[in-house]
């Protein structure tokens, strides 16, 4: 079975066989999600005013529109904010003009890599007497003493 599909050039593209089913799955996710990559809508915008920058070393795209008064960045996969880069970052807010990859942008020796935010999974940070932690919390001392409905 084969499907013909047109592109954004309004060309009649090749069918669709099995490889192209890939781009087919592409494409129905872009419609029905917003934190894969980038909607339909985000697609027309930057094929009509979007001029393309550079990429980052995730794989990310970076676009301004043609007058320079906008910036906005295509993930790749999904939408992860904390996977910009601190000179795209700067970039992205018009912080500075100068774009990482053309400026040979080096990161601070004070400038950490990308660590993923594990809130909810396992590897979350739980503090000393966490009940998630397991461990046992140590006794109070001091002054203080706990309130119980007997006295």
Same mark, same amino acid.
């Given at each position: 079975?084969?499907?013909?599909?047109?592109?954004?050039?309004?060309?009649?593209?090749?069918?669709?066989?099995?490889?192209?089913?890939?781009?087919?799955?592409?494409?129905?996710?872009? =419609? !029905?999600? @917003?934190? $894969? %990559?980038?909607?339909? *809508?985000?697609? =027309? !915008?930057? @094929?009509? $005013? %979007?001029?393309?920058? *550079?990429?980052?070393? !995730?794989?990310?795209?970076?676009?301004?529109?043609?007058?320079?008064?906008?910036?906005?960045?295509?993930?790749?996969?999904?939408?992860?904010?904390?996977?910009?880069?601190?000179?795209?970052?700067?970039?992205?807010?018009?912080?500075?003009?100068?774009?990482?990859?053309?400026?040979?942008?080096?990161?601070?020796?004070?400038?950490?890599?990308?660590?993923?935010?594990?809130?909810?999974?396992?590897?979350?940070?739980?503090?000393?007497?966490?009940?998630?932690?397991?461990?046992?919390?140590?006794?109070?001392?001091?002054?203080?003493?706990?309130?119980?409905?007997?006295?």
């Amino acid at each position: 079975m084969y499907m013909v599909i047109f592109s954004a050039n309004s060309q009649l593209s090749q069918p669709l066989e099995p490889k192209g089913r890939a781009a087919m799955k592409k494409l129905i996710i872009q =419609f !029905f999600s @917003w934190w $894969n %990559g980038q909607t339909w *809508g985000t697609r =027309f !915008f930057t @094929w009509r $005013n %979007g001029e393309l920058v *550079g990429h980052d070393q !995730f794989g990310n795209q970076y676009y301004r529109q043609k007058n320079g008064s906008k910036r906005w960045v295509i993930y790749k996969g999904l939408a992860e904010p904390s996977l910009i880069p601190a000179g795209w970052h700067g970039w992205m807010h018009h912080r500075t003009d100068e774009i990482p990859s053309e400026s040979n942008y080096q990161a601070k020796d004070w400038e950490l890599a990308h660590q993923p935010n594990l809130t909810g999974t396992a590897g979350a940070y739980r503090p000393k007497g966490s009940l998630l932690k397991g461990a046992q919390r140590d006794e109070v001392t001091g002054d203080y003493q706990a309130w119980s409905p007997e006295s």
